[in-house]
């Protein structure tokens, strides 16, 4: 139990194009989801934070307007990366929680390596 | 502002060999602390969960610990295989959110 997937997989894109990542719980209803980035050789920094049907919580230093999260379903998150650039290629990772309020185990998807060209 | 360091960076050691990965914290208020393992380009992969009000946690040949006074957890991996081979994220669970740190890339030579 506890499986997260991720779509696509890779994606290699043009600058300037908006790109969108899905992230869903197969398994279990996610009342939070996550959202991180990870530059080669360094660590996940959490993006954002968003729940079921509000607006996602930004970190500081991350532009909502550009990484575009919505959380519509207890199954279901997507980012989108809008007017992308050569600077977000990255790998994107989503997770997910069963629990609300205080930090329960978080169960990781497989990632999405974003290349913009 | 909690900071998670994670030394060395990187570990080889002879297939068989037991060893102690270490992680620590700056700020012990805490819920819980993961240890995860990640496979080149791939995502991560949850080993073991320890809340804030345990000690220890024991999954096969992994061994996770965690004092969170002294803000110091340790992942111990008995009778280490070459498949043992990735990195090995630390994670400290507060205030709804995960901080990592930047991992120890294992190598098991056979």
């Known amino acids: 139990g506890a499986v997260v997937s991720q779509h696509p997989s890779w994606v290699i894109c043009k600058s300037g194009t908006s790109v969108k990542i899905e992230c869903r719980s197969l398994?279990?209803?996610?009342?939070?989801m996550f959202w991180y980035r990870q530059f080669p050789k360094q660590s996940l920094m959490l993006m954002a934070t968003s729940n079921e049907g509000s607006k996602a919580t930004y970190e500081q230093g991350v532009e909502k307007d550009k990484f575009l999260i919505n959380h519509a379903s207890l199954t279901l998150s997507t980012l989108t990366v809008t007017s992308a650039h050569p600077e977000d290629s990255s790998f994107y990772i989503c997770s997910a929680t069963r629990t609300s309020g205080r930090t329960g185990e978080q169960f990781f998807g497989p990632g999405t390596r974003l290349t913009v060209l | 502002k909690q900071e998670v360091t994670q030394i060395p960076a990187a570990l080889s050691v002879p297939e068989g060999e037991n060893l102690v990965l270490n992680c620590s914290f700056t700020?012990?208020?805490?819920?819980?602390l993961q240890w995860f393992r990640q496979d080149p380009g791939k995502g991560l992969t949850s080993l073991l969960l320890?809340?804030?009000?345990?000690r220890e946690q024991t999954s096969g040949r992994l061994n996770a610990s965690l004092d969170k006074s002294s803000g110091r957890s340790t992942l111990y991996i008995a009778a280490s295989q070459p498949g043992d081979s990735a990195t090995y994220l630390c994670?400290?669970?507060?205030?709804?959110?995960?901080?990592f740190g930047k991992g120890i890339t294992l190598s098991v030579r056979p």
């Open positions: 320890i809340q804030s009000s345990q």
């Open positions: 700020d012990s208020a805490i819920y819980n």
């Open positions: 994670a400290v669970g507060a205030n709804s959110k995960l901080t």
């Open positions: 398994d279990f209803q996610a009342t939070t």
